[in-house]
């Protein structure tokens, strides 16, 4: 009895100094951030607009309110607020004129209808392309540890790729790419990358909703705007000339007219065995120019000087872009506000800074990153773990903060994507003193842990994780999670409705902020270096820097 007496005392003491240490955070001044950033008046949060501005102005008073230093580009020996950020923005002049010929019929093609084009990223300033072949190349995957191949050294050269989107085993959830869990050969960017390397001249990705996980309104705003890249070498080795979505109906009519069967060809596809099959009597022809230019966007970086180990670092990362002005919604909306995707990250990081200036100094130092373009690429983030602000070797660790639920509180909590590192135990580990558990990333198929800036340090090593909120509600269970989470990806994600609401309670999100204060806090704390599981793909390029962290 008195070993199970002092057992509840040791635990009253842990809740009583967890509370003492841990500060509140006030749902109502969440809430305002919020809706100050995703307001029209912020025109979508668009990089290099008038919108940036505003943007990294309102950050910047923030932060210097709260007592921060600046944390970006050193200019004279000094800090500033901001790490410049040289773009290449991309935009198509005018309408572009799209079309196909089959069987010496042309049909013309709509922008945003069935097909939504994206702006040349090759460098191109204006696109012609006038009857080119159609190749169906599979799922356009070339892995050679998994001795698979789709191209089988097809001549691409002067031709249009046709390919699916996902994996080979996304529908059988079984096979060489890992089941139902999306690898880095299912996104729509690689299918790009590796068509450019294939010597394509363009590239049409087959929509399909379930596969992508997203409906063909969040590809067509995606992907007819102002497209942006990081300022490379040589772009067209990225970059095919065309790169496109096109309509699965449009697809499958295509291979009709073809002698082909879409559904047989995609059961192909998934096999080791599958050839390229060119869609006999059939082209496609673009013709439109870019206005292509180099602009600089920016992140913001606020920054706690560590006390102790002022060179060892702990980062909080979110994206504060959006996609900002574009096609108009059937109520004649074109200001994408992105409230939730990502004023909510945005704003929390401004909620933890000034958490964090009102605690004791840490023992490291802490970044408050607000990144650029992530909406175009994770470009801000790419450019940072690039060309880093802080040595990569010595950071602690990434804690990025992408699309928070603004509703009530969640028993569970996620991350995107299903790696394992260090990082997401001590994650799980403080979750549980709220009672929270981990519950894996519910749909790994839609390959999210790609698709938010902690990847662009995990893949140079760094131990990164995107926290997501729980989908078990306190108040509706796993019932009102999942539909409100299903109604926003179907109605709001990267829609002009994704705006700021009177009835967000803001309470589950003040909580989260508890959780993560509470392990960015012990990081900075401790001597504690996180790192990647051993068979994790990311391990040895956080090895290679180890001798930083002696």
């Not at 191949?149 to 001549?155: R, T």
Request: aromatic fraction near 10%.
């Amino acid at each position: 009895m008195k070993r199970l007496a002092l057992s509840f005392l040791a635990l009253s003491i842990s809740s009583a100094v967890l509370a003492a240490q841990t500060p509140t955070f006030d749902p109502q001044r969440l809430s305002a951030d919020v809706k100050t950033l995703s307001s029209d008046a912020f025109e979508g949060r668009g990089p290099a607009t008038a919108g940036e501005s505003k943007t990294i102005d309102y950050l910047i008073a923030q932060y210097k309110a709260a007592g921060l230093q600046p944390g970006g580009d050193l200019k004279n020996g000094k800090r500033e607020w901001t790490q410049a950020v040289p773009l290449l923005r991309a935009e198509i002049v005018g309408t572009p004129a799209l079309s196909l010929k089959v069987g010496g019929k042309e049909e013309k093609l709509t922008q945003g209808e069935q097909i939504a084009v994206r702006a040349a990223m090759d460098g191109s300033k204006a696109v012609s392309i006038k009857d080119a072949p159609l190749v169906f190349v599979g799922y356009g995957v070339k892995a050679p540890e998994r001795h698979w191949d789709d191209f089988k050294g097809v001549d691409l050269h002067g031709k249009i790729a046709v390919v699916l989107v996902n994996d080979p085993d996304f529908e059988t959830g079984q096979g060489d790419f890992g089941g139902k869990a999306m690898t880095y050969y299912g996104r729509w960017t690689y299918k790009y990358e590796e068509a450019a390397r294939q010597g394509a001249a363009g590239v049409l990705i087959v929509h399909e909703t379930e596969p992508a996980s997203y409906g063909w309104n969040t590809v067509k705003n995606s992907n007819t705007n102002a497209m942006f890249d990081i300022v490379r070498d040589k772009p067209s080795a990225t970059h095919p000339q065309v790169e496109a979505w096109i309509q699965r109906d449009l697809a499958v009519n295509l291979f009709k007219q073809a002698g082909l069967d879409f559904d047989a060809l995609k059961k192909q596809a998934q096999t080791r065995d599958f050839k390229p099959v060119t869609l006999k009597g059939e082209t496609f022809s673009a013709s439109y120019k870019v206005d292509s230019k180099v602009i600089t966007s920016h992140n913001v970086a606020g920054r706690i000087e560590g006390g102790k180990r002022p060179d060892e670092t702990v980062i909080y990362s979110a994206h504060w872009d959006h996609l900002g002005v574009g096609e108009p919604d059937a109520k004649g909306d074109r200001i994408y506000n992105g409230a939730v995707d990502n004023a909510t990250g945005t704003a929390a990081l401004v909620e933890l800074a000034r958490a964090f200036k009102n605690a004791p100094k840490p023992e490291r130092s802490i970044v408050f990153l607000n990144v650029t373009a992530e909406e175009k690429g994770l470009l801000g983030s790419e450019y940072y773990a690039a060309n880093p602000l802080y040595p990569l070797g010595k950071t602690v660790g990434v804690i990025n903060l992408d699309a928070l639920d603004p509703h009530g509180p969640a028993r569970n909590f996620t991350i995107s994507g299903s790696a394992k590192l260090d990082l997401l135990d001590d994650l799980i580990a403080t979750a549980k003193r709220w009672n929270l558990v981990y519950a894996a990333d519910p749909k790994p198929e839609a390959g999210h842990f790609f698709r938010s800036d902690h990847f662009s340090f995990a893949k140079r090593g760094v131990p990164a994780i995107s926290f997501g909120s729980g989908n078990d509600w306190v108040d509706g269970g796993l019932a009102a999670g999942k539909k409100a989470e299903d109604e926003y990806t179907d109605k709001h994600y990267h829609q002009p409705s994704d705006e700021w609401e009177a009835g967000w309670s803001f309470t589950g999100m003040a909580r989260d902020l508890q959780i993560l204060y509470t392990l960015g806090s012990e990081l900075a704390n401790s001597n504690q270096w996180p790192d990647w599981s051993k068979d994790s793909e990311f391990r040895a390029a956080r090895d290679k820097t180890a001798s930083d962290r002696k």
